[in-house]
């Protein structure tokens, strides 16, 4: 178990990223290809990889290989390929490795030849070669564009479906509205929130506040980074109803995905519209209308304010998606 600590400062430098980072991507994904049970959500995408019967892209095997050797399916990974700049972008975020501090790169995988035999390509990394670690950041950038790059729609429109959930519960409740939404991943115990997690140890945040990450490759397990000292983050996989397989678009219509009458409901909200208005168009009653909007509300597709003495309904990320995969 991981267990985080809290002080009153750290409570107000809670942050939630509104993207996926490429590189915990990358690496998730790696994860996925090692696997051998392969979760649903992920089967489509590795079709269209090659990783059942076609042959696999040069760019996507080459990348496996390495992935397998630097990140590992274990209780540890270097942290210099995960660098705080990938918030900002693949290529903020693959110029930050190329300078991570040569100690550092020998320090990292040291620990990590530990745990395992490194091949010796890896020596001229811990040397900090400036050659090695541009050809380093040169595979990753390739696998990025072969195997998640032609799927950022998917991913990002998953993702960000997660995020307005996580904000709505931020706005609506406060940090421990937030923190109580992740359960059952994690637990907030104020201070401390406790995280299911490979290997047990204590994260004391200081006052440094904590950046919450959703990921569409992570699976089952938050993340976090291995040092102590680097600015504190906790990647965690979105929740599996906004996660959006290309599966889903070649359904024929809503109505197959949920019901005619939620489906009709969930177009007329377009924009926005009320419960009253909902009705009128989709010739319901009021009480069949709400009983269809919260479904679509726990589902992550539809968001529910009160705007004095109504509810306005609008379309969350994922229910736009849903609507315009269906028209497109």
Not at 17 to 26: F, G, M, V
Not at 164 to 175: C, D, S, Y
Not at 256 to 261: E, P
Not at 293 to 319: F, K, P, Q, W, Y
């Amino acid at each position: 178990m991981l267990r985080i600590h809290f002080t009153s400062r750290d409570l107000a430098r809670v942050t939630i990223s509104a993207r996926s980072d490429p590189l915990w991507e990358i690496l998730f994904s790696g994860f996925r290809l090692q696997e051998r049970h392969r979760a649903v959500i992920y089967r489509p995408w590795l079709a269209m990889l090659g990783a059942g019967s076609r042959p696999v892209a040069a760019p996507i095997r080459v990348g496996r290989t390495v992935l397998e050797v630097l990140a590992p399916r274990g209780p540890y990974f270097p942290d210099f390929l995960t660098p705080p700049a990938g918030r900002h972008g693949l290529d903020a975020g693959l110029d930050a490795l190329c300078r991570t501090p040569r100690r550092e790169l020998h320090r990292q995988l040291t620990i990590l030849a530990r745990r395992r035999p490194l091949p010796s390509w890896v020596t001229p990394l811990g040397d900090g070669k400036p050659d090695a670690l541009s050809g380093l950041a040169d595979t990753m950038r390739r696998y990025h564009a072969a195997a998640i790059a032609p799927h950022t729609e998917m991913i990002e429109q998953s993702v960000a479906a997660d995020y307005a959930h996580r904000t709505h519960r931020l706005v609506t409740g406060g940090v421990d509205g937030l923190l109580a939404s992740m359960r059952p991943l994690m637990r907030w115990q104020p201070p401390v929130l406790e995280v299911d997690y490979g290997v047990d140890r204590d994260l004391q945040l200081d006052g440094r506040g904590l950046r919450l990450v959703p990921s569409y490759f992570c699976q089952r397990l938050p993340v976090s980074l291995a040092d102590p000292e680097l600015p504190p983050v906790l990647v965690y996989p979105i929740a599996q109803q906004f996660a959006w397989s290309p599966a889903t678009r070649r359904l024929a219509s809503l109505d197959k995905l949920i019901g005619a009458t939620r489906g009709a409901v969930l177009r007329t909200i377009g924009s926005g519209a009320t419960t009253t208005e909902l009705a009128r168009t989709v010739n319901v009653s009021l009480a069949s209308v709400s009983r269809h909007t919260t479904v679509l509300r726990n589902a992550g597709l539809v968001r529910c304010d009160r705007e004095g003495g109504a509810i306005l309904h609008t379309l969350t990320s994922l229910g736009r998606a849903l609507v315009e995969a269906e028209q497109g």
